[in-house]
Every structure is written in C-alpha cells, then in structure tokens.
C-alpha cells in the first residue's frame, strides 16, 4: 500500500506529501477509489465528524406527524433523536432524544401521539414545544438552577423541502434549498408525479448488512449492475408477459453538491402511471386515468417524464429515493466500516386509492424489499465487495465509466460526483495515512 512519502532534502524540513485515496485524472479519463475507503477505521471516524455531521441528513416525512402531537422516534446518522408536531405551533420540532437531567430517553416508542414526555427515570416531563414541565420535588433545587434552560435541546438545523425533513447537527450549514441544488427539480418530479400531495405508506423496511454504506451509494445509482445483478427479476418480468425490447436506456445527471441522479426508461410499469401486465387488466383503466391527469396538469412532456421515466436519485450523503416501479425512500447510516444499516419507506399520493395502494405496496416487496427480487441479490453483491477488500491484496476500485463521454445511465458520473463531494468534505483523512 501507498502511504505518506518524507521527501528529505540535505537542510530542508521534511515535507509530507500526501496519496489521495480518489484519483480523478482528466487527462487519462479515469477515475479510481483505494479501497481502505470502504475499510479503515480512522475513515469511518472521520466520516462521522466531517460529513455525517456537517451534511443535512433525512429525517423523515411531515405526514408521519401529520397531527399535533404526532411523534416518530428514530436515530439519525447514529444519534438518538424524535420528531414531534407541536401542540401549540403546530410545528415540527427535531429534539435529541435525552432527558436533560440524566439523559435517559425521554421518546420510548417508535411512533405515537403525545401531550406530554414523561421521562420515567425521575418523572421530568416536557411538553410537544419541549419546555420542561413538571419536576417532581422542585423545591429540593436551589434558586441558582433555570428550570425555562433545561428544555429539551433541538436539533441545530430542521428545515423541510415540500414535506420532506432534514436536520443538521451544523449550525453555520447553508440553507437546505442550497444545500439540494439542482436534486429540487427531481424531488419535485417524483412529488408532483404523485398527485403533487403525498405521505408515506405504514410500516417500514429496516434490514441490515455487512459493507460499508459508501457501496450502497454507489449500488443504489448504478444502472450497470441491473441486467446481470438481477437477472432472476427481468426473467420474471418476461415470464408475465413484459416485452424487453427497449432495455434500459438513459442518462446520469450530476446535480451538484454530491446529489445526482440517472434517469432511464425500463420495461417494468409505474404505479404512476404506467401500466404493465404485473399490475393485472383491472388496473390498466385506473393507471391510465392517472396519466391523463398528470398531462392534463402538467402538459405532455413533462408528465411522460414524470410517468416513463425511472429515476434513482441520491441526496448527498445518505438518502435515495427509487422512483421506479415503486416510490422507495431510502435512508442509512454506518455503526461500523464494514456494517449498514438501512431503513426505508414507500411513497404514495396521499389520497390513493386501495387497489393501487396495494400493486403500489406489492411492486416495492417484489424488487425492493428485504425480501425481493432486488434487495437480496445487491446485499449478496455488497458483501462480496466487501470480503473481496479484506487484506488490502487489490488495492483500487475503478469508477472510469463513461468518462469520455456523455454519461449514460449505465455509466459511474453519477458516482464521481458522490465521490468527488465526499473527498471534499474529508479534507486530509481522504488521503491514503491521512485520516486520524
Ligand atoms: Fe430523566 Fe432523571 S434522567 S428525569
Ligand atoms: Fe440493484
């Protein structure tokens, strides 16, 4: 392996000249990552204090709290946090989840609706706003002690973009509509293609498994791995009837800030709104009537992009939304180097009718789920990956596809641009016996 070279000159100071662990080269047109990326320690640490915590990161979505009260508990990049609308305000507030007196959790369930936070250590309560309410015995606290100071600590950012919520744990972070740049247009793509007004369908995917989360990056925009990963689905899809011909075709798109997408056309259907024989003869009259809709609201073009058009897009660093023949939001986060965990919803017009609430719900299971066509054989993928990095034998992944032209969606721009982000924020522990 590379590592840091002393260059000793007779009567000068040793300087330190660095290896970068990504390789960009313009002029060979080729682009590589050195694996300790996906291994080291020392670049795990470091990607929790340079990205996880200076990024916006996904929360969740206002219509998991669509009511005052409504709360949802969930870690975020590791860290234990809840989401509740306040009573009041009627506003979403992103506390840490810690009691301020001794740090128990005050949010105990995943999901709910609450006046108040008990906390059940010593019984501190706090209400929807935060502010601590009842303290048992507080006369046994001195007058020096401000009971209006020991609300609950909010998280330093939320902000939300169309009913999504992120947060930062960076107070000086630009605002979120800069931080998204150019993914906006597709975030409104994949909303407006629902109808404009949308929720998260009940229940969620959580699953887990053994790579590091930079590889679920790359897998969940890579339209490369599609035809030979998955195989066994497209099979599947011509045993129903579905006509192959026109394969895969599309672009990628950097958009900016380590966001990009690929947008491609494929043969399966969309519940917005493209019919295909998996949905059933039943299904055609209603998905038709939604693609009437969206070009009556929208014109044709864009309703062709919103209805045809698949599109993986990823918001740097952790959140991926497969608008493909489901609406998949996807968020994960790494405990370890070589360990993700992934939790992930299905998207839906909020006011969807059952039948195609459930070929929605079916269409996410049969690819996307822990149990599906796709899931098992991209983790299957993933982990290989993985062991293949163990002992450092091969040093370098290559990422070169479609460099010398315009980048198609089975080529790796998309990836670069991660890339190329990633190594921006990592600053130094992105050089190979960098990171500390
Ligand atoms: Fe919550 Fe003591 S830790 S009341
Ligand atoms: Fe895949």
């Known amino acids: 392996m590379s590592i840091d070279t002393d260059i000793r000159q007779p009567g000068t100071n040793p300087q330190r000249v660095r290896d970068p662990m990504v390789v960009d080269d313009q002029n060979q047109q080729t682009f590589r990552v050195h694996r300790s990326a996906m291994t080291s320690p020392d670049v795990h640490r470091a990607e929790i204090e340079r990205i996880f915590a200076h990024s916006w990161l996904y929360v969740g ?24 609308r306040g009573l009041k305000s009627g506003n979403i507030n992103v506390f840490h989840n810690s009691c301020t007196h001794r740090g128990a959790m005050v949010c105990r369930q995943d999901r709910g609706t609450a006046k108040v936070f ?23 606290y001195a007058n020096g002690l401000d009971f209006s100071k020991l609300g609950l600590k909010r998280v330093e950012r939320v902000e939300s ?21 150019d993914a906006k247009e597709y975030l409104d793509l994949v909303i407006d293609g629902c109808g404009g007004s949308v929720e998260l369908a009940k229940g969620t995917n959580e699953y887990s498994f053994s ?19 998955h195989d066994t689905y497209f099979k599947y899809l011509v ?3 579905t006509d192959l011909n026109g394969g895969v075709n599309g672009k990628a798109v950097s958009l900016g800030n380590g966001h990009a997408v690929i947008e491609y056309s494929a043969p399966w259907g969309r519940p917005v709104a493209k019919w295909e024989p998996l949905f059933g003869e039943e299904a055609r009259e209603e998905i038709d009537r939604l693609r009437a809709d969206l070009v009556h609201r929208y014109g044709a073009e864009r309703a062709h992009k919103m209805a045809e058009v698949n599109r993986n897009l990823l918001i740097y660093p952790n959140l991926v939304i497969n608008d493909i023949m489901a609406v998949t939001v996807r968020t994960f986060f790494p405990p370890a180097p070589d360990r993700v965990d992934v939790t992930a ?21 049969t690819f996307l789920g822990p149990g599906g066509f796709a899931t098992p054989d991209d983790v299957e993928a993933l982990e290989s990956c993985q062991q293949g990095y163990a ?46």
Not at 122 to 128: E, G
Not at 354 to 363: E, T
Request: aromatic share 12%; net charge negative.
């Open 211 to 229: 790579a590091n989360w930079k590889l679920l990056v790359e897998n969940s925009i890579d339209g490369y791995h599609a035809q030979s990963t």
């Open 391 to 436: 002992g450092g034998g091969v040093e370098w992944n290559d990422i070169s596809r479609g460099m010398a032209r315009g980048p198609m969606a089975n080529d790796e721009e998309q990836m670069r641009e991660f890339w190329r982000r990633w190594q921006t924020q990592m600053g130094d522990a992105a050089d190979l016996g960098g990171a500390r």
């Open 345 to 365: 919803w299905q998207l839906a017009p909020r006011d969807e009718i059952d039948s195609l609430r459930q070929r929605r719900l079916d269409s996410f299971l």
């Open 161 to 181: 973009y169309r009913g999504f919520v992120f947060a930062s744990f960076d107070a000086d972070i630009v605002d979120l509509p800069t931080y998204l740049a």
């Open 239 to 241: 045993s129903i009837g």
């Open 61 to 84: 979505h206002e219509s998991e709290i669509a009511n005052p009260g409504d709360f949802v508990r969930r870690p975020v990049a590791g860290r234990p946090l809840f989401m509740v």
């Open 118 to 140: 008990s906390c059940f250590y010593h019984a501190w309560s706090f209400d929807t706003e935060g502010n601590l309410k009842g303290v048992p015995d507080r006369d046994a």
